[in-house]
């Protein structure tokens, strides 16, 4: 007769097995979470095309496409919530958003420490005076500014020197289409803008300012400022986005991606 012996399993062995099923259990929970796609969400500003602005509720521009572009590199995807720019930089400085697209250095929320830049800007703005195409005003330097009235958009920041030069002269428009408007009408001299929004401006509202405007700037241009991503100081986090930002800025300035999305929105075709 033939007799099946059961073996009794040493208890140290099973306490071991028991710890090893464990284990494995907390790993491959583990590698099921990293499995799945970061993500984050951030601000971005309305009606400053071609750098941030919405269209039929999603963020285009420069600024979301480099973001979209250097988180994705880094395995993280962006959701993008679009608001004013006055309310996205204050609501990044108060923490309900992680970060606002995008934001001068000059920015008084970064002088007060609610906010703290990517190392790397998105972008830089070189900013051009307009004029009427009948104006005789050519190749303005600083100095010439003296006492003229120039039309800024509202919440725009073209660096240092031109603030400097017209802080006591300076008329300010809701949006860049309406500083246009007032200096068709003869209400300013000048208007200081973007050459790529103006030029984009131009061509959608073609009927109205096609052949009326002319760049009386220097030669050169005068020194612009940089875009960047805004973190809020008041969320824990907030420095581990930044740094995969600019981990991801690294790449594909590398890769030459950051030159493609560039060249595409240089054409300001849309």
Not at 16 to 25: D, E, H, M, P, S
Not at 59 to 69: N, Q, S, T, W
Request: charged share 20%; aromatic share 6%; with cysteine.
């Amino acid at each position: 007769m033939t007799h099946n012996i059961g073996v009794m399993p040493n208890p140290s062995i099973l306490h071991a097995l028991r710890r090893l099923t464990l284990l494995g259990l907390l790993l491959g929970a583990a590698c099921g979470a990293h499995a799945q796609p970061a993500q984050i969400t951030i601000a971005v500003s309305q009606n400053h095309y071609p750098y941030t602005d919405v269209e039929d509720d999603k963020a285009i521009g420069l600024g979301p496409d480099i973001v979209r572009a250097a988180f994705a590199s880094m395995g993280v995807t962006v959701a993008f919530e679009s608001m004013p720019h006055h309310r996205c930089v204050i609501e990044a400085g108060r923490g309900v958003v992680m970060a606002c697209l995008a934001v001068g250095r000059d920015n008084p929320h970064f002088k007060s420490g609610k906010l703290f830049p990517s190392k790397t800007p998105l972008f830089a703005v070189i900013p051009a005076l307009f004029a009427s195409s009948e104006s005789k005003l050519q190749a303005l330097t600083l100095a010439d500014l003296a006492g003229k009235q120039i039309v800024f958009p509202k919440d725009a920041n073209y660096g240092d020197d031109l603030e400097r030069v017209t802080r006591g002269n300076r008329v300010e428009s809701l949006t860049e289409l309406t500083g246009l408007r007032m200096l068709m009408a003869g209400r300013a001299e000048l208007l200081a803008g973007d050459p790529r929004s103006v030029g984009y401006l131009e061509r959608k509202y073609a009927q109205e300012l096609a052949g009326r405007l002319k760049v009386v700037s220097q030669a050169g241009g005068y020194a612009g400022t940089m875009g960047y991503a805004a973190f809020s100081k008041k969320l824990a986090d907030a420095p581990h986005w930044a740094a995969l930002l600019d981990q991801g800025l690294a790449k594909i300035h590398a890769n030459g991606e950051y030159e493609r999305i560039n060249a595409r929105w240089s054409g300001q075709l849309r």
